[in-house]
């Protein structure tokens, strides 16, 4: 499976951008699909994720209330709406995928997800 991620680019603060990820070569049904971020000189980290089934998600304290994570597995593709944006949110975000299929819990270890996007950029300027 191929990731593809969209949608980023340069907003001010307060705006809003949608970034989606779809998937090729394969589908990602049964797994946990999340998104993290890496910022410039900083480690990549943890945005959100959601299980197979979209009934269930998870935020990092920094998002939650601001971002919405959502996926069709139909289309094969995940989304982040991401509002309120700071410019603290300026990253590099990447799409990534489970390498547990069907996993109980969720799990923010960048080391836990094994196929990436190439990346997307979100530049906030305040």
């Known amino acids: 499976v191929q990731l593809q991620a969209s949608g980023g680019g340069a907003v001010q603060a307060g705006g809003s951008l949608r970034l989606s990820c779809a998937a090729s070569?394969?589908?990602?049904?049964?797994?946990?699909l999340a998104w993290f971020r890496q910022a410039p000189g900083k480690e990549r980290e943890f945005v959100a994720a959601i299980n197979w089934s979209a009934v269930s998600t998870y935020y990092s304290n920094s998002v939650k209330g601001r971002f919405t994570i959502s996926r069709d597995n139909a289309e094969n593709t995940v989304s982040l709406q991401m509002n309120s944006l700071k410019p603290d949110d300026t990253a590099v975000y990447y799409c990534?995928?489970?390498?547990?299929?069907?996993?109980?819990?969720?799990?923010?270890?960048?080391?836990?997800?094994?196929?990436w996007g190439q990346g997307t950029l979100v530049t906030v300027s305040s």
């Open positions: 070569g394969g589908t990602f049904r049964g797994y946990v």
């Open positions: 990534a995928t489970d390498s547990r299929a069907y996993r109980p819990i969720f799990t923010t270890y960048r080391d836990d997800y094994n196929t």
